[in-house]
Each structure stands twice: as C-alpha cells, then as structure tokens.
C-alpha cells in the first residue's frame, strides 16, 4: 500500500459558497419581511425581553385570575382574586420603583393597565361576592338541574 491510498481524499463542492450565499440572502429577506410586518416574531419564537414584555406578563396573569378562561370540567368561570391581586400589586410596585425612570409613552401604558386592571379586579370581586351571598342564601346548589353551569368558581 503506497502512501497516497493511506492519505484520505478531500473532495471539494464547489456549490457551497454559492448555497451558503442563498441560504444567507434567504435569511436575510425573511429578517426584512418580519420587520416590515412590525417585528412579530416567527412561530415559536419568543417576543424580545423588554420592559413593554414584563408588564404584558404580568397584565396577562392578572387577566387570567379576573375570569379570562373557564375549567373545562364544570364549565365555570374560573377566579383567582389571590393571584390577580398579587400581580396588579407587582404592576404597582414595578410603577412606583421605575418612576422618574421611564420615558413618556412606558410611564403612560403602565398607568393605564394598572387603572383598568383594578377597575376589572373590583368589579369581578364585587361579581363574586354577590354569587357567593346568593349562593348561601339560596343553600346548596342542585346539579340535576344544572344550576351550576356558568357560574363563578373561586378556588
């Protein structure tokens, strides 16, 4: 066996500089068209980390405990005055701890979820009130009659 069979072959392909070129130029227009399109993030990819992004977070999670999806077993409402509570008051924290700090428009966007996080928080805790005063005047509900569909849940 002589020396040149040890030594491996190197087969160069001559596409890959221009394939790698495409793909570069393909990424790149997708990039644009995404910008252009407002910066909406592709499907599985997260939104940026910034403070617009926090303040998204915690508004949704405060959403969710006000009534924002049913339990797909009973069919109620489902309310966590708790948790809705604790991230309006993360919310106020993050308005008093940034103030000063924040330009015009975050200051504005944080005043307003706030204001319309505790309009909804006060409305949805007097809603559940009611229900839970009528409930116990009314005595235990009756599932045959199917008094049960629909109504507030608290956990």
């Known amino acids: 066996m002589t020396s040149d069979e040890q030594t491996p072959k190197i087969q160069v392909d001559t596409d890959w500089k221009a394939e790698a070129q495409a793909e570069k130029e393909r990424l790149a227009r997708q990039e644009a068209e995404r910008e252009e ?3 909406n993030e592709a499907p599985g990819e997260l939104p940026p980390a910034d403070f617009k992004g926090l303040i998204g977070l915690l508004a949704s999670q405060a959403i969710m405990g006000l009534g924002a999806y049913t339990d797909p077993k009973s069919g109620g409402v489902v ?7 604790f991230a309006i008051d993360l919310l ?14 975050e200051t504005t966007e944080l005043g307003q979820i706030l204001t319309e996080l505790r309009s909804r928080f006060v409305q949805v805790a007097d809603a559940v009130a009611k229900q839970q005063a009528n409930t116990a005047a009314a005595g235990p ?9 629909g109504v507030i849940e608290t956990p």
């Open 37 to 39: 399109q407002g910066g």
């Open 79 to 85: 309310i966590d005055l708790v948790g809705s509570k």
């Open 92 to 105: 106020a924290v993050i308005e008093e701890k940034t103030k000063g700090n924040l330009d015009e428009a």
């Open 141 to 149: 509900l009756d599932p045959t009659k199917g008094t049960g569909k």
